[in-house]
């Protein structure tokens, strides 16, 4: 991690936020609470402002509220946004698939879904201009929402990591493509989308020369694949399939998983012996065979690239600190909305706080 003089000011605006974060024992408070309207008055004790004046139904707004405000601040602050800002990005991807698929279950299906659905403002791009260029994807909207790379136009990797838009419109008009290629199974758009932000991560950090962040990236890719092989056993998918659902731009020899994927439990997880995360997969795996339960082997290894990007927040100057404060509001906001939705369901405490055990001990 080196020393960047640039980051002086964000980082330490960093340090004062990070005392207002929620801490285990207000978690605690929340879990505890005997329901959802209690539950909201204790959140808004906290930076979650907006639930002093929403009612606990309305929790999606409450949290998105408070990320789309931190995001704000910091992007606000920082000499660099596009660094800071590069898990941020995941947002535009995922509203890009909520576009997509809206448009093109109406197109083929004849399935009218709610604008918006599944759209938020926690992206660094304006959600109604990516409405506009995917109509112009699938509907055929005006030509010039989506403008085509000049062909042979050369962009430095600066330039390509810099221009968010184009590598989200690169990404959608990939995913629909491998929707048509694949029986219009809408799985494909997340699937594209999801890889494609990972290319994106990966030459956001190549372009700064950021060693932390391409580290983090890495893991994140690889605890992501862990975490997809897992679910795609579970369920039965084939390693073609798989293929289409691992990310890219990890350290795990691709080839080498998918060669086992299809073996026995016992053979297919010692394939992680002989990896970084050998220690962390078999934490996951007692978890998870202790408790009979998936969200416990998920659990285990969010904690994983939690620890990993909490690394980060030991500089004492540079980027890495505001990325790992982000980070730990991204999962901050995860916890609350769970602990929510347990509350909206009325389910006991003891099952809140067994279905969160590990992720924010």
């Not at 594209?192 to 932000?197: A, G, P, Y």
Request: negative net charge; proline residues 3%; glycine residues 8%.
């Amino acid at each position: 991690m080196g020393f960047d003089g640039r980051f002086a000011y964000v980082v330490g605006r960093v340090r004062a936020l990070e005392n207002r974060m929620i801490d285990q024992a207000r978690f605690n408070r929340m879990i505890d609470a005997e329901g959802p309207e209690e539950l909201a008055r204790i959140v808004s004790e906290t930076e979650y402002s907006l639930a002093r004046d929403l009612g606990p139904e309305r929790y999606e707004e409450i949290i998105d509220g408070e990320l789309t405000r931190v995001h704000a601040v910091i992007e606000g602050i920082s000499p660099d946004p596009v660094l800071t800002g590069v898990f941020r990005a995941r947002h535009d991807f995922d509203n890009m698939k909520a576009h997509l698929k809206a448009r093109l279950a109406r197109r083929d299906r004849g399935v009218i879904v709610e604008e918006g659905s599944g759209v938020t403002r926690l992206g660094r791009l304006d959600p109604a201009r990516l409405g506009a260029i995917a109509d112009a994807l699938v509907l055929g909207g005006e030509d010039d929402e989506v403008e085509a790379e000049p062909e042979g136009e050369y962009m430095s990797v600066r330039q390509r990591a810099d221009d968010l838009e184009g590598a989200v419109v690169e990404a959608a008009r990939r995913a629909v493509l491998a929707y048509e290629a694949n029986g219009r199974d809408p799985q494909y758009v997340d699937l594209v989308l999801d890889r494609e932000s990972f290319e994106y991560f990966y030459h956001v950090a190549r372009s700064r020369r950021a060693d932390f962040l391409i580290d983090l990236v890495q893991a994140t890719a690889d605890l992501t694949n862990i975490l997809i092989c897992m679910r795609l056993r579970l369920i039965g998918k084939p390693a073609d399939f798989a293929r289409d659902a691992l990310l890219p731009r990890g350290t795990l020899d691709i080839e080498a998983l998918l060669a086992v994927y299809s073996e026995p439990d016992d053979a297919f997880w010692s394939f992680f012996k002989r990896t970084r995360y050998d220690r962390l997969v078999e934490q996951a795996l007692t978890a998870w065979r202790g408790s009979g339960s998936l969200s416990a082997f998920e659990n285990a290894i969010r904690a994983g690239l939690a620890r990993e990007a909490a690394t980060g927040g030991m500089a004492d100057m540079g980027y890495e600190p505001v990325l790992a404060y982000l980070m730990a509001r991204e999962g901050e906001a995860d916890i609350l909305r769970r602990i929510f939705v347990g509350k909206m369901n009325r389910l006991p405490s003891e099952v809140i706080r067994e279905r969160l055990c590990g992720v924010y001990a």
